[in-house]
């Protein structure tokens, strides 16, 4: 595991961290997408989740994780500028966040920077989608809370899975941060249909969302897979030869 870890710093330490702050404030609706983790809270078993509410843990977190709280930049070990953007408690005391006012957070102005030099992730790194920065900031309007629910309570729906509506999204705001450009993780790209399906059909896509024996679990670094409906929708499509539909 140390090695592993240590394997993953040489690999994303090459990403630079500087910036400086300048933001606009940008007017986008957010499309909830995510469907991301099991509900590690017990309290809030059985209650469904609201479409309308940003919830930290499975909605902003994973992006985030995949994107910000690299090594080199702002996990714990290397906290650039003081940010660390691993868990909410963290990124509540040193990421600036202003709730309910996104244009006076630190980070929703730097993830939304036009100046690729200062925008967070900098470049050669891929900015946030407007998508993920929408739902950034939605969550602070919605005061940057840490509100629980039960993703698996309600009915899991695995019919006619389709790589667009369902897959695409989920691999974007979970995967995507280190499994694109020219040294994705573990040689793994998850970038294109084809790229996802090629890992769909050598079985490590599966292998390693549903965090069996032999594969590593993935979200890497995450406490929990995905939403066991989530898992369920992505092995359905996989089963269904992981069509581009
Ligand atoms: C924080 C970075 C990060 C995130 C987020 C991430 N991965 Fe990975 N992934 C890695 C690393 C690092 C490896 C290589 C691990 C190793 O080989 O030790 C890897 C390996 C893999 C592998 C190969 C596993 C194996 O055992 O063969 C697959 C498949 C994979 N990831 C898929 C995903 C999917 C799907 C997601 C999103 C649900 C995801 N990853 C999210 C960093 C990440």
Redesign the pocket.
């Known amino acids: 595991m140390i090695a592993?870890v240590f394997?993953?710093g040489v690999?994303l330490s090459i990403f630079s961290c500087k910036h400086s702050p300048l933001g606009m404030d940008e007017d986008v609706t957010p499309i909830d997408t995510t469907g991301n983790n099991n509900n590690p809270d017990t309290s809030t078993a059985g209650t469904p989740c609201d479409p309308n509410v940003v919830y930290f843990e499975w909605d902003i977190l994973p992006i985030l994780?995949?994107n910000c709280a690299?090594s080199g930049c702002h996990d714990e070990a290397s906290h650039e500028d003081g940010v660390v953007l691993t868990t909410y408690e963290k990124v509540m005391s040193t990421a600036d966040v202003d709730p309910f006012r996104p244009g006076n957070s630190k980070l929703y102005k730097m993830i939304t920077d036009n100046d690729p030099e200062d925008r967070m992730p900098p470049a050669p790194n891929q900015a946030l989608s407007s998508a993920q920065a929408g739902l950034i900031n939605q969550w602070i309007q919605q005061g940057a809370k840490n509100e629980s629910c039960d993703q698996n309570a309600g009915v899991c729906n695995t019919d006619n899975v389709s790589y667009v509506q369902d897959i695409r999204p989920?691999?974007q705001n979970?995967?995507l941060?280190?499994?694109s450009g020219s040294a994705p993780?573990?040689g793994?790209l998850?970038d294109s249909h084809a790229n996802v399906a090629a890992?769909a059909g050598n079985g490590?896509?599966y292998?390693?969302?549903s965090w069996q024996n032999g594969?590593?679990p993935?979200?890497?670094?995450a406490s929990n897979p995905?939403a066991q409906c989530t898992v369920d929708k992505i092995k359905s499509w996989v089963d269904a030869g992981a069509p581009n539909n």
Request: charged residues 5%.
């Open positions: 592993l394997g993953v690999t994780r995949s690299l989920v691999i979970n995967c941060g280190c499994h993780s573990g793994v998850l890992a490590r896509l292998g390693a969302i594969y590593v993935m979200p890497f670094g995905l």
